[in-house]
């Protein structure tokens, strides 16, 4: 079992930039490869970015890349997410996620843990 909390959402202007932060707990969190998803109001949960293991490799979905860094701290079982350059339709619920395998993917369905998510919003 993996527990998982994002803290560092909140209320930004268009073109400001936020870090979220995904603290896990309960296994070997450099076991796992990470993925951040968001979901707006009415919208399907869609996602961001991912990292492997050890940080060789990331991800981004194509809406967030150049604005959005994914960044993992294994040693304080950590994952960052700096969003830069926000614009109002980044606003969502923020999820970290957790799979017990080498690299991250892009599906939901592919994730075993989820956080309970921190609500972003960007005003125009």
């Known amino acids: 079992q993996v527990q998982l909390v994002e803290s560092g959402g909140g209320l930004v202007q268009a073109g400001g930039s936020l870090r979220l932060s995904c603290a896990a707990s309960?296994?070997?969190?450099?076991?796992?490869?990470m993925g951040w998803f968001r979901q707006a109001a009415g919208k399907e949960r869609e996602f961001v970015a991912g990292?492997?293991?050890?940080?060789?490799?990331?991800s981004y979905a194509d809406s967030v890349k150049g604005r959005f860094t994914v960044s993992r701290d294994n040693a304080k079982n950590t994952v960052f997410l700096e969003m830069n350059s926000l614009k109002p339709e980044d606003t969502a619920v923020y999820y970290c996620?957790?799979?017990?395998?080498?690299?991250?993917?892009?599906?939901?369905?592919?994730?075993?843990?989820w956080g309970q998510g921190t609500q972003v919003t960007v005003s125009s």
């Open positions: 996620a957790a799979r017990f395998l080498l690299n991250p993917n892009n599906l939901p369905t592919e994730y075993n843990w």
């Open positions: 990292i492997s293991r050890s940080s060789e490799t990331t």
């Open positions: 309960g296994r070997t969190f450099s076991n796992y490869a």
